[in-house]
């Protein structure tokens, strides 16, 4: 609630004082807090209250984007370093002051575009084409777009953290910036306590453990899930770290590469497995389970219908599963010749 | 009988569409090595060493390669002299795989015989014979160690299945000859020393452990490392490496199991269980202690590169880049697989799933291929070829017991039991699965058409008219070195072209597609990264008579040097990062350009200038475009070349000759004499150029 009112004054003060100053270093500060990751948001088209005018303190810019339009793989790696470098710098000065020289002090800001139709004010001023980019506001300055480029380094994680912390204290001369690794306590946790309960749960049951040890369903399940896995392409979106989904040249989002054979996206993975999955399982239903079906009717009248229809049912879904499974192959190839007529086109 | 021709046949479509041509890059050593095992002894060859490649050094050839592809063919020429069919040994190096693949297929019936029954066999026997994943590998002209490797596999396989079931050593023995004729052919001999073993223990541990399987192992074990040690390739490896502990390992458990079955046969259960926990703990730390102490001391070799990118896939990328280069090291898309494998790729998991509710001792032997593989083939694209045979036979085993419910009519041709509902169902479902069987048929054919079916050394293209016509040029180029240059010509190019020059030019090359030593591949890079002068100079050095660059702009060829350039700097870089820098090449936008944008030291590069020189003036004013790099070239972009004298430039221009000049009887630099020629005006206008006509081509 006080937070709220904070942030309301803050508006009417900065609508008030637009653009004739700048927010100074408690009032930035302010705005900092108003997220709890400390990062001030400067995608709205108000944020030259913020950057405009004279600055007493460096303000880092992160320009970005997380929307699967852009489909920038580099921007989601960035996302979690750049908070990572923000609570390094806060957990050290919470009132983001230098602590050898309290006449420096560093903010960290943060602008989102979110679809290529609406892009936000501050990138066209800024003159952004590329993203993830950085800039690096420095103290002292009346211009707002008087900043330099800081590059991005090429490693990944906390070495990357690490570099960027480097050349933030090089150009703003700060001594005090050091990187804390967040510990991830909840992962911890969880596994700790997942870990207890499957000992607890063995213990109790050992008979069921060792049953589902000894089942052959059990194993059978497990290996043709993983084989599936692995010939829907599970190792090509790992190795590759491929994006989930991505988007055609208007913006909608695709779920297919077209056209692309060698490559694909980590959802068709998801997608070919199911159809593996229930193709096969139908395959394994009309060799073994129709028959069974058959033994539980014995003697019964209806025995030959039951047996009949279920077979039938079986064979068309394999027969769409399969046609859709061209369908998607067509999509990737572009010219195959031999797609299967789908059922519903029959009826057109 | 038919599915033999059948596989045959599907594999000619190279050899009709082209000519009785080797494919590729590899294929042309095995086929140099091939005539020289004929026009020589058994033991010359062995001993053979390479003076003609990787020049200056030489190479060790006969002790690093894998002879049994060559010593077979040998054997097959030999054999038909004998009996009065003298054939080219081309020929039946182009016919070599096709033949081969006849044969795996009846040793896949065999084995899938054993998994199921014959009907399977059949089934499974068809699949292999034209399924695409292994017909990749196995066209006409596709004379490579892969050819012979996958028939190995299987019967190795095949006798394996029936060693453990019967108990024989005989079969045994046949396993593990054939093991030892697989080691001499393929690298990819691990699998099995992996495979088996590794059988071995999984029945051990579902607690199916037999005097039989002891019998069975031990035969092959024996027998097979001990002849897979003749190898000189080999050698001790078998003992050493870390990629045959695993064998090791399970020929040690099984005596101890085979001793504990022993004692637990005279001991009361009670001390039974105490003792075999003891000595369980006991034999496990002193296995595990010692294998660390070993590869500590340096007695075994660590796991090599490969294995270990394998298993940590980001390994190859950190370490071994030219692992991580080879585009038969890519991970799989999901298309590939249906692709090579087209509706056998969904009977796979359904006839796992299948095999395990049977579990008899060889399912889990299938089982345990297919998991391990269909992991491999996910990592790695050319293992793809070990994991086609297993969904040949997995889905076999799948189809197949639908078939046994489907295709009984036996109630519809009794009278008393007919049953129309019934007899319309089967229809139903065995028609659906015989029209896949069909459909599988035409996919098979049309992938082997459109995509297996190119030699790479001959490029189809498509004259505007619609009809084929074949870019011959590199043929051409090579048997213009063969005509017209000394017999002991020295030709630097990069290391793609070195089997090919080696093989069909005949002439001596420095690097070539064996890459065992990095320097050399990136003296080569280094010469066609730096200036005219320094790479005079470097060559001149390695004796060079000729610089062969493979040019592609003209006719749109993608995979030409410029675009390996990168690559080439990128290795030389590794040696000399002082005088080579990737940055140099490219624009201070960090773009890799060739027209006027491109930086100083890409256009004075002598791979720059080989390959555009005299470009521009090939289209008369008009606009140079590089029709693979989409960027145009001007007059003024290409330096002079004053080093060099172009001697031969293919049709299509793809193939560029060079020779380096002989120094000046006056004492000047190379240079000097360039300039004073160039301000005398004697240098302006030299051949005549015309452009190709492409359209002309039938």
């Known amino acids: 609630m006080k937070l709220c009112i904070y942030s309301s004054v803050l508006t009417i003060l900065s609508l008030c004082t637009f653009g004739a100053l700048a927010l100074d270093n408690a009032s930035l500060l302010k705005e900092a807090r108003k997220s709890s990751d400390n990062i001030i948001n400067v995608s709205g088209k108000d944020y030259e209250t913020i950057l405009s005018g004279h600055r007493d303190a460096n303000i880092l810019v992160l320009f970005t984007s997380n929307s699967p339009q852009f489909g920038c793989s580099l921007c989601a790696e960035l996302e979690s370093e750049y908070e990572a470098l923000v609570s390094s710098w806060f957990h050290d000065h919470p009132d983001a002051l230098s602590k050898d020289d309290s006449e420096k002090a560093l903010f960290f800001a943060k602008a989102m575009v979110k679809s290529p139709q609406n892009i936000p004010k501050i990138f066209a001023d800024f003159g952004i084409e590329q993203i993830p980019r950085l800039h690096l506001l420095k103290a002292g300055s009346n211009n707002m777009l008087d900043s330099e480029i800081v590059d991005i380094p090429a490693d990944k994680d906390i070495a990357r953290v690490q570099h960027l912390i480097n050349a933030l204290k090089s150009a703003t001369s700060i001594t005090d910036f050091e990187v804390h690794e967040k510990v991830n306590w909840g992962s911890t946790i969880i596994t700790a306590v997942s870990v207890f309960i499957i000992v607890f749960l063995l213990k109790k049951h050992t008979y069921i453990a060792t049953y589902l040890l000894n089942s052959r369903l059990v194993w059978g399940v497990l290996s043709v899930s993983f084989i599936i896995l692995m010939i829907g392409g599970h190792m090509f979106n790992k190795i590759r770290n491929t994006m989930l989904a991505g988007t055609s040249k208007n913006g909608e989002i695709i779920y297919f590469i077209p056209n692309d054979f060698q490559n694909q996206f980590a959802i068709e993975t998801q997608a070919i497995g199911v159809v593996y999955g229930i193709l096969a399982t139908m395959v394994v239903t009309l060799a073994i389970g129709i028959p069974k079906l058959g033994e539980l009717y014995k003697g019964n009248k209806r025995r030959s219908v039951v047996e009949a229809s279920f077979s039938i049912l079986c064979a068309l879904f394999v027969y769409m599963f399969f046609a859709a499974l061209t369908y998607v192959f067509n999509l990737k190839t572009g010219g195959y010749p031999f797609q299967l007529l789908k059922i519903s086109s029959l009826f057109h | ?698």
């Open chain 2, 1 to 698: 009988m038919s599915i033999f021709g059948a596989a045959v046949s599907a594999r000619l479509f190279s050899v009709i569409r082209f000519e009785s041509i080797i494919h590729e890059f590899d294929p042309w050593f095995n086929f140099r090595a091939t005539k020289y095992l004929i026009n020589n002894s058994f033991y010359d060859f062995l001993n053979w060493f390479d003076d003609r490649t990787w020049y200056p050094l030489g190479r060790v050839t006969g002790g690093t390669l894998y002879p049994g592809l060559m010593t077979t063919s040998a054997l097959i020429w030999h054999t038909l002299r004998k009996i009065g069919l003298p054939i080219d040994i081309r020929n039946i190096c182009v016919l070599f795989a096709p033949a081969f693949s006849g044969v795996t297929a009846i040793a896949t019936y065999y084995l899938t015989k054993e998994i199921k029954d014959s009907s399977a066999g059949v089934l499974a026997a068809a699949f292999i014979a034209i399924v695409p994943g292994y017909i990749s590998r196995s066209v006409a002209g596709a004379y490579d160690n892969e050819a012979i490797a996958i028939t190995l596999l299987m019967v190795t396989f095949m006798f394996w299945i029936k060693g453990q079931k019967t108990g024989s050593i005989l079969y045994s023995s046949f396993a593990a000859l054939f093991y030892f004729y697989m080691v001499s052919a393929w690298g990819g001999y691990v699998f099995i020393t992996n495979l088996i073993p590794f059988h071995i223990f999984l029945l051990i541990l579902m607690g199916r452990f037999t005097s039989k399987l002891y019998v069975a192992y031990n035969t092959w074990f024996i027998i097979g490392t001990v002849a897979s040690m003749q190898i000189p390739f080999v050698g001790f490896l078998p003992i050493r490496s870390n990629d045959h502990m695993a064998a090791l390992g399970v020929f040690g458990l099984l005596q101890i199991v085979a001793l504990g079955d022993f004692v637990k046969s005279k001991l009361p259960p009670r001390k039974f269980k105490i003792v075999m926990i003891v000595s369980l703990l006991i034999i496990l730390a002193i296995g595990i202690a010692g294998l660390f102490l070993l590869t500590y001391m340096g007695l075994i070799a660590p796991w090599t590169g490969r294995f270990y990118s394998l298993w940590d896939t980001s390994y190859a990328k950190i370490h071994i880049p030219i692992i991580a280069s080879v585009s038969e090291h890519q991970p799989v898309a999901w298309p590939a697989f249906f692709f090579d494998t087209h509706f056998l790729i969904w009977l796979f998991p359904a006839g796992v799933f299948l095999l395990f509710m049977d579990l008899k001792d060889e399912h889990v032997f299938i089982i345990a291929y297919s998991v391990l593989c269909s992991y491999f083939a996910g990592v790695m694209v050319r293992l793809m070829l070990t994991l086609t045979p297993v969904i040949c036979i997995t889905a076999a085993v799948a189809l197949s017991k639908v078939f046994d419910v489907y295709l009984d009519f036996s109630s519809a041709i009794d009278p008393q039991r007919r049953n129309l509902t019934s007899l319309l169902s089967r229809l139903i479902v065995s028609g659906t699965f015989i029209f896949y069987l069909y459909l599988f048929v035409f996919h098979c054919t049309w992938v082997t058409q459109t995509a297996y079916s190119s030699p790479s050394v001959v490029l189809p293209s498509t004259s505007p008219d619609g009809s084929m016509a074949l870019i011959d040029d590199f043929r051409e180029a090579y048997y213009w070195l063969r005509m017209n240059t000394d017999e002991d010509a020295k030709v630097a190019a990069w290391w793609d072209y070195g089997y090919q020059i080696g093989g069909m030019a005949d002439r001596t090359t420095l690097v070539d597609n064996n890459t065992w030593n990095n320097t050399h591949i990136a003296i080569v890079g280094k010469a066609m990264a730096s200036p005219e002068e320094k790479a005079y100079e470097i060559l001149k050095e390695h004796d060079v008579d000729y610089v062969l660059v493979i040019f592609g702009g003209l006719i749109g060829f993608g995979g030409d040097d410029l675009n390996k350039f990168l690559w080439m700097i990128r290795i030389s870089e590794g040696i000399w990062p002082d005088e080579i820098k990737e940055r140099d090449f490219f624009t201070p936008e960090g773009e890799y350009r060739v027209d006027s944008r491109a930086s100083k030291t890409m256009k004075e590069s002598i791979m720059y200038k080989m390959s555009f020189k005299d470009f521009p003036i090939l289209f008369n004013g008009g606009q140079a475009v590089d029709k693979v790099r989409q960027q145009a070239i001007s007059l003024e972009d290409v330096g002079t070349l004053d080093y060099f004298d172009e001697v031969f430039t293919s049709e299509n221009w793809m193939v560029r000759i060079y020779q380096l000049k002989e120094d000046d009887p006056e004492g000047r630099s190379l240079k000097e004499v360039g300039d004073f020629e160039r301000a005398k005006g004697k240098l302006t206008k030299k051949r005549k150029i015309t452009k190709p006509d492409l359209t002309l081509r039938v």
